[in-house]
């Protein structure tokens, strides 16, 4: 059915095949939030895509097969639940457990994590690109952030939505007086710290991983000296609040969202790159779609300019004209509706997906894996679509 199409993800560009596991990680010294009883350990789930050898195997598919992911985002949006079924039916270009490649002995690893109501393969698109050009790209379901996370004993946890998360997220930005709960606790520091920490339990049992040897398809061939971050919207202010806590990681690329009080004050270390747009076009999205209120993009586009701003190294402030925030992600995709209900921007899906791959790519070739193949700021200068801020210049 044309409306819901069972689609392809385009072919990737760079010279290698992709392979994929998915595994799960618990934190012994956290206690899970996102159940009203927290009498379970901190557990997170990430789907690993990496550089492999041509392989036979099975493809992956989009959505994996225990997951409720697809029930659970139309609930989130109040739409019908069978709308998303066939998310099931779509396969990647990922091999499962293919052989890591070994054109080279290791790999520079990213980590990604994706929006409030997403799941770890939001942005298969951009995963997949940058695996095929020589990443090894871990894509986290955080409980809590992701629309539903299935863990291995079979547990299920259901995102909250936005009237529950928003307050708990932007405390961590613009803090209340009056901290808002969860099941009865206050958060005076909003929810975002928890959720870095996520990031720092992977880079710890990836660690794990790369020293078990024959353990796993990856055992030694992770190069966890050279490590980048990028999300959008939630996945975007966590990787930013990550990166400020953990310079384990060198380069970080942030995606359409507001950054927390730290990242705003005191900018970050690291290379970074902000992808977002104007005002304008957040309005015109607002015009179409509703959301967008001023004092949400007043947050967004104040405390990301504030970030770029105060932070001391290698920093790109960009505005891509005419995407909208869905255009970030794979979801417009997954239907036309999306584009009917004013949710994809007059870009247009296959042209934000080529800009945000180009741009992703070249800035994590230059910061981490250090092979750069062209400047970021000459690629940005040829791109007509996009104006860039630059601190220092490139």
Partial sequence: MWLLPVFSFPQPSGPFQIGTIRVEWTDPNRAELFLPDRDRPRSIVSQIYYPSAPSQGE??????????VPQRIADLMHLPSFLLEQLRRVQTHAKVGAPVSAQRERYPVLIYLSGLGGFSNLN????????????????????????????VDGTEIAGLGKAVMD???????????????????FYPQGLVPYFAEDVSLA??????????????????????????IYGVSLGGIVAAQACHTDQRILACIVMDAFMTADVATDGLSQPAMWLTRSAEVMRAERDRAGGWTEDDIALHIGSMSDAFSHSGTDAYYVEIADIFHLDFTDAPLWSPIVSWLGLSGPIGVSRAHAIINSLSLAFFDRYVSENPSRSVADLLASVPEVRARISPSD
């Fill in 203 to 228: 880079l710890d049992q990836l660690g794990l991983m790369n020293a078990s040897g024959g353990g796993s398809v990856l055992g030694g061939k992770l190069d966890l000296q050279h490590v980048g």
């Fill in 124 to 151: 298969t698109f951009e995963a997949e690109e940058l695996a095929s050009n020589g990443f090894v790209v871990v894509a986290l379901d955080q409980p809590g952030g992701a629309a539903s996370v299935t863990l």
């Fill in 59 to 68: 493809a992956a598919p989009y959505v994996p097969p225990q997951s409720r």
């Fill in 167 to 185: 307050p708990l997220l932007i405390q961590s930005a613009r803090p209340a007086s009056r901290a808002p709960q969860l099941f009865g606790i």
